[in-house]
């Protein structure tokens, strides 16, 4: 993965040495029209343009070492940079000085083709250099003058959705970290059941049950929740919310249905709240249910899954600070902002991300993406903003339409269980 990198940069490099003596005007377009900059297909803002020396590219050091994850350390006295990130185990750490043509790379020295240096209030590196250092992968496009980066493999926590008509990719199972099982719903008179039409408890197929799938994904180490799902299409959350003798009645019966069937978690999916009414009102009863069901499932170790939608949707009723107090974690259902078939919205998706991280710490929060909306390109852009904000993980919807050809995408980005 390394030496593929730094062969890229080095084509990268070559790039940009054609591009400096190309056509008469090429010099002034340089300076008119900076290199733009994507990480895993989106757009990076950095404080200070990208400037072109010598055929290199030269960018803001913290802006691009923030979004890859890798810790940065200014140290004023030698005027140098200290730059550590962990791969595949290994900890690899470049020391960059100003003004120095030579790097240190573990401990061993490195040339640079063009050294750091100040510009616009930010410390310029080369990327080429320092992207191949990271194990990411850069590539140069001479006519939009965009260089692209593709982040390394990240060891993220991975949740799948498991619905009705997931049977035939239960293999997937075994790549992810969690599985919630959508096999429970509120119905109309606001009670937990079994039976509906898109979430119900599946029949066996032969010697293969709903509790024995349960019980073959925790003995792999994939934790299993129990799914709940609900809308309020006919008021049914409205009514299980605002009755106490009901809310008490349904939290037990969804406790007790988690335990008796060796799940290891809850996933609370209630959806529709707040579009219409009171929306203080309806967020302080969401999160009075949230706060009980949590008193009741941690006896059982049963931790606690809540799947939202974002922040920047139509629906009001989720306060996430609050809400963050008591689930284990969030999952933001970042999708269905449009209602023609293709992939979410980048910016709608960035924005959601941008707006739970002012309200849920960052080790709480997991990227919901719809792979019925995406596509293998799309899909990895997605978990390229998970990576670059540093969230806990991404979540799937849903096992049954991920399919060979994602999966292997997806395994360019994250590192499967």
Request: aromatic content about 8%; charged content about 20%; glycine content about 6%.
């Amino acid at each position: 993965m390394m030496r593929k990198s730094r062969k890229i940069a080095l084509i990268l490099c070559s790039s940009f040495l054609l591009l400096s003596g190309y056509g008469s005007s090429s010099k002034a377009e340089a300076a008119s029209v900076p290199p733009s900059i994507l990480l895993d297909s989106y757009p990076l803002p950095f404080p200070a343009d990208p400037i072109v020396i010598q055929g290199t590219t030269m960018v803001p050091f913290r802006a691009i070492a923030e979004a890859m994850q890798i810790s940065v350390e200014w140290q004023a006295k030698t005027q140098s940079i200290v730059a550590t990130k962990s791969i595949d185990g290994v900890n690899q750490t470049i020391i960059l000085r100003m003004k120095s043509k030579t790097a240190t790379v573990n401990g061993k020295s490195q040339p640079l083709t063009v050294a750091p240096l100040s510009h616009g209030g930010s410390v310029l590196v080369p990327l080429s250099f320092f992207s191949s250092q990271f194990g990411a992968t850069v590539s140069w496009d001479a006519k939009t003058r965009t260089v692209a980066i593709t982040s390394p493999k990240e060891d993220l926590y991975t949740l799948g959705f498991y619905a009705i008509s997931s049977y035939d990719e239960r293999r997937f199972i075994n790549q992810l970290d969690s599985v919630s099982f959508g096999w429970a719903r509120i119905d109309a008179g606001g009670q937990l059941t079994l039976q509906g039409k898109d979430f119900y408890w599946p029949p066996s197929a032969g010697e293969t049950t709903p509790e024995s799938i349960i019980t073959s994904a925790s003995a792999i180490g994939t934790s299993p929740e129990l799914m709940v799902v609900s809308t309020d299409g006919k008021g049914e959350l409205t009514k299980i919310l605002e009755d106490s003798t009901l809310r008490a009645s349904t939290i037990d019966s969804i406790v007790e249905l988690a335990a008796e069937k060796q799940f290891e978690g809850i996933t609370l999916d209630f959806e529709g709240l707040g579009l219409t009414g009171d929306a203080a009102k309806v967020q302080h009863s969401f999160t009075e249910f949230v706060r009980l069901l949590d008193e009741k499932a941690t006896p059982r170790n049963l931790k606690l899954t809540l799947a939202l939608h974002p922040l920047n949707s139509s629906y009001k009723g989720y306060d996430y600070k609050k809400l963050a107090a008591y689930a284990d974690q969030i999952v933001i259902m970042a999708y269905d902002y449009t209602y023609t078939k293709g992939p979410e919205p980048m910016k709608k998706v960035d924005e959601a991300i941008v707006m739970a991280l002012k309200q849920v710490p960052k080790n709480k929060l997991v990227l919901g993406i719809s792979l019925d909306s995406e596509n293998p390109d799309t899909v990895n852009a997605k978990i390229g903003l998970a990576k670059r904000y540093d969230l806990k993980g991404v979540a799937f919807w849903r096992i049954g339409i991920i399919g060979e050809p994602v999966m292997q995408r997806m395994q360019q980005s994250l590192i499967f269980k």
